[in-house]
């Protein structure tokens, strides 16, 4: 009977390739062997152990331990391949997703932490410029604002906070009460400007007049906030050619942002007025 035992072909057995192949059945085989091998090891230390029992049984105890986990991941270590691959396929595809999010959330954090505005602030992000309304956690809700007129353009933008992290911020704050505004007045070479230059440098300085002690301590406190040197108070005028040699002014004037519109209509007037006189007299003097 026994040697009929012995001379059974396992290899050729369908049934024994199944459990051997069998990670589950390998699993419970291989703690269950290990169990028994602790068993009688603790049986063999509290016989024969007289010093340092606690010891002796804290190694066994420790080694069958690590020899479960050694062996249950040597079992099963193509399937922990298998699923880590898919956990890492799957977190990259879950970031791909949701990159756009991620970033809009990077970029609140950015916000929060740096503060570079405030609510009410005008800032520039970019191409978008306008009144900080609110932010969240996604985007930046502005007011528009029209960087020419400084005034608001009734449309609301909203800015994913993403951009914050891609594009330069400029706060523009000061800008709410008083604005350094530029505009340029181009016409024909017939006209030397020269000649009525100081008529409009009074006509601009009559303009500033009732607000010019204000426009003072306005300029100084942004020098002193930002810790730079701007141009101003005083009205500013610069005479230029364009590239095609036609006559430019260039104005600049320091005025609250609501006069600056009113300011620029006048002043252009009063070029207009006088370049046309100018040429009138020299076409009388011609003739």
């Known amino acids: 009977m026994f040697e009929k035992l012995l001379s059974i072909d396992l290899s ?8 051997m192949n069998n990670n589950t059945v390998l699993t419970i085989a291989l703690i ?20 340092n029992k606690r010891l002796k049984i804290n190694i066994v105890n420790n080694a069958i331990t690590i020899l479960i986990f050694i062996g249950i991941f040597n079992i099963w270590a193509e399937e922990f391949h298998k699923f880590a691959i898919s956990i ?21 954090l950015y916000i929060v932490s740096s503060r570079p505005f405030r609510i009410g602030d005008w800032i520039q992000v970019g191409d978008y410029y ?24 009734g449309k ?40 009525f230059l100081d008529v409009l440098y009074e006509k601009a300085q009559d303009y500033c007049a009732d607000f010019n002690d204000v426009a003072i301590r306005y300029n100084q406190l942004i020098e002193n906030r930002l810790d730079v040197h701007i141009a101003g108070p ?28 009113e300011i620029e209509q006048s002043l252009t ?19």
């Open 12 to 19: 050729n057995n369908t049934f024994f390739q199944a459990l």
């Open 32 to 51: 269950l062997v290990l169990i028994t091998c602790k068993t009688y090891l603790l049986k063999v230390v509290h016989a024969k152990g007289k010093s």
């Open 88 to 108: 890492a396929a799957f977190v990259v595809a879950i970031v791909i997703a949701t990159r756009e999010f991620i970033q809009c959330f990077i970029g609140f």
């Open 130 to 153: 306008g009144e900080v309304h609110s932010i969240d956690w996604a985007k930046l809700t502005l007011l528009e604002v029209n960087s020419d007129s400084y005034e608001y353009t």
């Open 156 to 195: 609301t933008l909203y800015v994913p906070n993403s951009k914050l992290i891609t594009s330069s911020i400029k706060n523009l704050n000061f800008l709410k009460r008083y604005a350094m505004h530029h505009f340029t007045i181009t016409r024909d070479g017939s006209v030397n400007p020269f000649i």
């Open 234 to 261: 005083e009205p500013h005028i610069q005479v230029a050619t364009s590239d095609v040699g036609d006559t430019q002014l260039i104005f600049t004037i320091f005025c609250p942002t609501e006069r600056a519109l």
């Open 269 to 287: 007037a009063d070029f207009m007025k006088l370049w046309f006189e100018q040429q009138q007299i020299n076409k009388i003097n011609n003739h």
